[in-house]
């Protein structure tokens, strides 16, 4: 099959009601369009090639930012680089176990969507996950020592890299695409409790092609659900290139009938405006939309399979010179005069201190004890009645 792959011949792919340009992925090319202000809202302007449309306009290029907003979501990406940084280093030292599949690189669209929807959104994804826990009411501390199996995980040590939830975040998955129908269904949910909320339902190229998606894709059209199918496509399941996985690599046209936008993953300006975009389009009744993020991970499939990237160093040192989205950041923030370098430093500093102490005290979190193994399995007050010949109250739930 590989070698069929191979040498499949090179087809000119045929794309209907799609917008024919390239799609511009630098992570810098974003321009201002009246002089930048330290305390009010200022407008920019995204590059002309930030965003594909299938069967909908594209969103608008210009873009209302702030100071404060801008330096937030600076931080925010430098503390999510230095958190999985630290994972690495946690699974080199082997007190990290298993599969850990970690983000760096895509810090833009964990961070941009946060800062584009709100704390009743609803967000699944699978089981590059570290930072949406994170940003959706986790903590750092949370989820290292959920990675190194301590109680005070935020699974209590017992999920591991791919199982951490919160109220509004439904967890990092571990079956390839099986998130997709599930954010289907926590769609359908809000949509009967008539709440006007967005659920984001999160997969990779890698599962774009299992048939539980496109199941998923046509119920969501069928009932109209307030559903953002978001793919992250950074180019590679585990180690195959989305070119030899799928005779249709530009994933925000697949949904059929369901309209389609591709954004720039690597500026987090875009990412955040994308994700507006398409919160505004299922919170208004207009049925599900299909949101492509092209980004790019800068280490391999998981830290159990490094090499599984086929990437050189140098492409990477290229990718990072020019793609990098908080390198972008930073330069927007300099160049338009709204903080220095050494400004910058002082929060990549807080940063650094910040996961620093988070791995320290989880560290420091003890493992679980063995008479714990069967506790949590039910969420407290769902647990039935009787549990293979025993009384509710004679089994703790915590």
């Known amino acids: 099959?590989?070698?069929?792959?191979?040498?499949?011949?090179?087809?000119?792919?045929?794309?209907?009601?799609?917008?024919?340009?390239?799609?511009?992925?630098?992570?810098?090319?974003?321009?201002?369009?009246?002089?930048?202000?330290?305390?009010?809202?200022?407008?920019?302007?995204?590059?002309?090639?930030?965003f594909r449309s299938?069967?909908?306009?594209?969103?608008?290029?210009?873009?209302?930012?702030?100071?404060?907003?801008?330096?937030?979501?600076?931080?925010?990406?430098?503390?999510?680089?230095?958190m999985e940084m630290a994972?690495?280093?946690?699974?080199?030292?082997?007190?990290?176990?298993g599969f850990c599949h970690l983000a760096i690189g895509q810090e833009a669209v964990s961070v941009g969507l946060e800062s584009g929807i709100t704390p009743e959104d609803r967000v699944i994804t699978a089981y590059r996950c570290h930072p949406f826990a994170v940003l959706r009411g986790g903590s750092i501390k949370g989820v290292i020592a959920e990675l190194l199996g301590r109680v005070d995980g935020m699974s209590k040590g017992k999920g591991g890299s791919m199982h951490m939830f919160t109220p509004s975040?439904?967890?990092?998955?571990?079956?390839?695409?099986?998130?997709?129908?599930?954010?289907?269904?926590?769609?359908?949910?809000?949509?009967?409790?008539?709440?006007?909320?967005?659920?984001?339902?999160m997969y990779g190229d890698g599962a774009s092609n299992q048939g539980q998606v496109f199941e998923?894709?046509?119920?969501?059209?069928?009932?109209?659900?307030?559903?953002?199918?978001?793919?992250?496509?950074?180019?590679y399941g585990m180690g195959t290139s989305a070119e030899r996985s799928s005779s249709n690599t530009e994933y925000f046209t697949r949904g059929d009938k369901i309209p389609g936008i591709q954004a720039n993953g690597m500026d987090i300006i875009a990412v955040q405006k994308a994700v507006r975009y398409t919160r505004e389009w299922v919170t208004s009744?207009?049925?599900?939309?299909?949101?492509?993020?092209?980004?790019?991970?800068?280490?391999?499939?998981?830290?159990?399979d490094?090499?599984?990237?086929?990437?050189?160093?140098?492409?990477?040192?290229?990718?990072?010179?020019?793609?990098?989205?908080i390198r972008g950041l930073q330069r927007y923030i300099e160049e338009w005069g709204l903080a220095s370098e050494g400004e910058l430093k002082k929060?990549?500093?807080?940063?650094?201190?910040?996961v620093d102490k988070a791995v320290e005290e989880a560290k420091a979190s003890p493992f679980p004890e063995p008479k714990d193994l069967w506790k949590n399995v039910y969420y407290a007050g769902t647990e039935p009645a009787y549990l293979r010949g025993r009384e509710r109250e004679e089994i703790h739930y915590y």
């Not at 608008?60 to 100071?67: A, Q, R, S």
């Not at 009744?285 to 159990?304: A, C, D, N, Q, W």
């Open 1 to 50: 099959m590989a070698s069929l792959a191979r040498i499949r011949p090179r087809l000119p792919r045929k794309l209907p009601l799609a917008i024919a340009r390239a799609l511009n992925t630098s992570a810098d090319s974003t321009q201002l369009s009246e002089d930048a202000s330290h305390s009010e809202p200022f407008s920019v302007k995204l590059h002309d090639d930030s």
């Open 54 to 82: 299938y069967r909908t306009e594209t969103p608008g290029l210009d873009v209302e930012v702030t100071k404060d907003g801008l330096l937030k979501m600076y931080k925010g990406m430098t503390t999510i680089r230095r």
């Open 87 to 97: 994972a690495d280093a946690l699974y080199k030292q082997k007190l990290i176990r």
């Open 169 to 201: 975040f439904f967890g990092g998955n571990g079956i390839v695409g099986a998130q997709v129908p599930v954010g289907a269904g926590i769609a359908f949910a809000q949509k009967y409790m008539n709440k006007p909320v967005a659920t984001y339902a």
């Open 216 to 235: 998923a894709f046509n119920m969501a059209k069928l009932w109209d659900l307030p559903c953002v199918f978001v793919c992250e496509n950074n180019k």
């Open 285 to 304: 009744g207009k049925g599900p939309i299909i949101l492509e993020f092209v980004t790019y991970r800068y280490g391999g499939h998981s830290m159990s």
């Open 306 to 325: 490094p090499g599984t990237t086929y990437r050189t160093r140098e492409e990477i040192q290229r990718m990072r010179s020019t793609q990098d989205p």
């Open 347 to 354: 929060l990549d500093k807080e940063a650094k201190a910040e």
